[in-house]
């Protein structure tokens, strides 16, 4: 029997389509953390295995907690930073697992690029597809990324790419993350608790050790416990109050550690359509980038 392109092609692209598991529920990150800890590198290369994760409902309680934390009024809508919480289970089971190449302690999160399509109405159930890719030399390591899409139905209305690093052997001649970054004139001045990053681990769920207390940060040397680099973008976020477009792109790079308590300058300049955005201490960055209109949705918003 003869086979044509046309139905040729469903079924090679079925083959070609990477492997997925779907969960039923979120992991647990009080147990994933202790494993993810004591876990040495398993493989050389990065799976393609996806992780799935349906109809994740919003708590509204922790949302709340997550909004006053982070400096976000309360409304009908998600942040644009909390599908990252939610589907961030998912990306610590990935890296958790027996052949992912890097145990998670020493992997450093560089730079985070959400981009949200619409709106997302607290009460919508959400499916995350998370997955690893892009393994690639980086000046003082290996970085790779963490990828995630966030879909209402079969409408997709958040991605977002987390880059990490694993620092060691380097390759001088690869590129970072993008380096043009540019600490904006302070236009405010925040000042961090020492509790902030026990108050957002509570809220996120992200209660990774360097963030919680002054002992168990210098387990991993750092001379105190820092704040989470995603505390830090959410917070510039909040700032910029109701000035972001419904559709929009917030892509930052990570610099020095916050270290807690602190007091930090936050700078923010409309530019282009967009905003220019950074954390500074004494003209050091803790973060740099920039938010900027991204298209609509094709599919249009329900009422």
């Not at 209305?157 to 987390?162: E, K, L």
Request: aromatic share 6%.
């Amino acid at each position: 029997m003869t086979t044509n392109d046309a139905d040729a092609t469903p079924r090679d692209a079925a083959a070609e389509a990477p492997p997925t598991r779907v969960l039923d529920r979120a992991p647990n990150l009080a147990i994933l953390y202790p494993k993810a800890l004591l876990k040495r590198g398993g493989g050389k290369e990065l799976s393609d295995t996806r992780l799935v994760q349906r109809d994740v409902r919003v708590d509204p309680e922790r949302l709340a907690e997550y909004a006053r934390v982070c400096g976000f009024g309360l409304g009908s809508t998600l942040p644009g930073t909390y599908p990252h919480v939610l589907a961030f289970p998912l990306a610590i089971a990935l890296m958790s697992e027996p052949g992912f190449p890097f145990p998670l302690p020493g992997i450093v999160h560089i730079a985070n690029t959400i981009t949200q399509l619409r709106p997302i109405g607290t009460g919508e159930p959400l499916t995350f597809t998370v997955g690893a890719q892009n393994l690639r030399p980086h000046r003082r390591g290996r970085q790779f990324d963490i990828v995630t899409e966030a879909r209402v139905g079969d409408e997709r209305v958040w991605h977002g790419t987390a880059t990490y690093l694993r620092r060691g052997s380097g390759d001088e001649t690869a590129a970072g993350p993008a380096s043009d970054a540019v600490v904006v004139p302070p236009t405010a001045v925040w000042r961090v608790s020492g509790g902030c990053g026990r108050a957002y681990g509570a809220a996120s769920g992200d209660r990774n050790p360097i963030h919680l207390y002054p002992l168990t940060a210098k387990l991993f040397g750092f001379p105190r416990a820092i704040a989470h680099g995603m505390w830090v973008k959410a917070r510039c976020l909040a700032a910029l109050g109701g000035r972001l477009p419904d559709a929009y792109t917030v892509d930052v790079r990570f610099g020095k550690p916050v270290l807690l308590p602190a007091t930090v300058d936050f700078g923010a300049k409309a530019s282009g359509g967009g905003w220019d955005l950074s954390v500074a201490s004494k003209g050091r960055p803790h973060l740099t980038g920039r938010v900027a209109p991204a298209p609509e949705s094709a599919t249009p918003h329900p009422g």
